[in-house]
């Protein structure tokens, strides 16, 4: 049983030996031109750093925003506010603001009565019913 064993394993290692063999001339061939065509070679390289020079110069030609020029566009965008949905602005906005905060003041606070040692006693009072009960 040993011997069949080690006899397996030298045909494995054998097999895997022969799988690993150089590659034939051809092959490398065929590598090579896949390579060659595939990746950045010198004639691809050059044409790009062409492109990219060209690209350069043209986006120097551009005129550059003034610091001043960068403000007042700052300020334009202010006042319409930075919500496109927004029309009224930014006043439209604070006044609404202003108007929602009005009308909460106005109204009871949510469990105002749990504050209270009498709210406190009447939530636990219930609390107790429910859970002997069953929750019904």
Same mark, same amino acid.
């Given at each position: 049983? #040993?011997?069949?064993?080690?006899?397996?394993?030298?045909?494995?290692?054998?097999?895997?030996?022969?799988?690993?063999?150089?590659?034939?001339?051809?092959? !490398?061939?065929?590598?090579?031109?896949?390579?060659?065509?595939?990746?950045? *070679? *010198?004639?691809?390289?050059?044409? /790009?750093?062409?492109?990219?020079?060209?690209? /350069?110069?043209?986006?120097?030609? /551009?005129?550059?925003?003034?610091?001043?020029?960068?403000?007042?566009?700052?300020?334009?965008?202010?006042? /319409?506010?930075? #919500?496109?949905? #927004?029309?009224?602005?930014?006043?439209?906005?604070?006044?609404?603001?202003?108007? #929602?905060?009005?009308? *909460?003041?106005?109204?009871?606070?949510?469990?105002?009565?749990?504050?209270?040692?009498?709210?406190?006693?009447?939530? *636990?009072?219930?609390?107790? !019913?429910?859970?002997?009960?069953?929750?019904?």
């Amino acid at each position: 049983m #040993n011997k069949l064993l080690v006899a397996l394993l030298v045909g494995a290692f054998a097999t895997v030996a022969a799988a690993q063999s150089p590659a034939t001339k051809e092959k !490398q061939a065929d590598v090579k031109a896949a390579t060659q065509a595939g990746s950045g *070679s *010198s004639a691809s390289t050059a044409a /790009t750093a062409a492109e990219q020079k060209a690209n /350069t110069a043209v986006s120097k030609e /551009t005129a550059k925003m003034s610091t001043a020029e960068k403000k007042t566009l700052a300020k334009d965008a202010m006042k /319409t506010g930075a #919500n496109p949905n #927004n029309t009224g602005g930014v006043n439209a906005t604070a006044a609404e603001q202003k108007a #929602n905060v009005a009308e *909460s003041k106005g109204k009871a606070k949510a469990n105002a009565e749990l504050k209270t040692k009498a709210g406190q006693k009447e939530l *636990s009072k219930d609390l107790q !019913q429910h859970s002997t009960s069953g929750g019904k």
